[in-house]
């Protein structure tokens, strides 16, 4: 038997069903799994943030790291709304009649698009997020330790006795 015959247009075509009944679960599942993702950060971020702030270790002074503290919480807000979208049932405006196969086609290809830009743009928006939230901390973090020096007493010299008296 040739390997021809074997690598034919049929094992081709079920590559293909294959590949096409798989990519609508997989996009399924890194949405839900993105979701959880988001769900967690925004968790541990609020809950931080308010421990930080009630315990006083958390002292925004100016608007630039207010904005940048507060940033996170609508951009996972807005990225868990994107990826629960993404998970539904591909939607169209369009209407489609399920006894026309290319309608079924091509309804089936723009829902695959918009849940691959869907989950860029979660994915986009939990970076931005995250940077924002990276440069709050560090700024915070620089300004606090630049508070610390300044305000560290420095060892002062005590002049010693170099007479020979009592």
């Given at each position: 038997m040739d390997i021809t015959d074997i690598v034919n247009?049929?094992?081709?075509?079920?590559?293909?069903?294959?590949?096409?009944?798989?990519?609508?679960?997989?996009?399924?599942?890194a949405a839900s799994t993105l979701n959880k993702l988001v769900a967690t950060f925004w968790g541990i971020y609020t809950t931080a943030f308010t421990a930080g702030s009630i315990a006083?270790?958390?002292k925004v002074d100016n608007a630039f790291e207010l904005i940048l503290f507060i940033m996170p919480i609508p951009?996972?807000?807005?990225?868990?709304?994107?990826?629960?979208?993404?998970q539904l049932p591909g939607l169209s405006t369009e209407e489609i009649d399920p006894r026309i196969p290319e309608d079924v086609q091509k309804f089936y290809n723009l829902s695959v698009k918009e849940k691959k830009k869907q989950l860029k743009w979660a994915f986009g928006l939990i970076i931005a997020a995250a940077v924002s939230l990276t440069i709050a901390l560090?700024?915070?973090?620089?300004?606090?330790?630049?508070?610390?020096?300044?305000?560290?007493?420095?060892?002062?010299?005590?002049?010693t006795n170099t007479g020979g008296g009592k």
């Open positions: 247009d049929k094992y081709w075509l079920g590559y293909a069903k294959k590949n096409i009944d798989g990519a609508e679960a997989a996009l399924k599942d006083g270790k958390v951009l996972l807000m807005i990225g868990y709304i994107i990826t629960t979208r993404a560090s700024s915070l973090n620089i300004r606090n330790s630049n508070q610390a020096s300044s305000t560290t007493p420095t060892r002062s010299t005590v002049p």
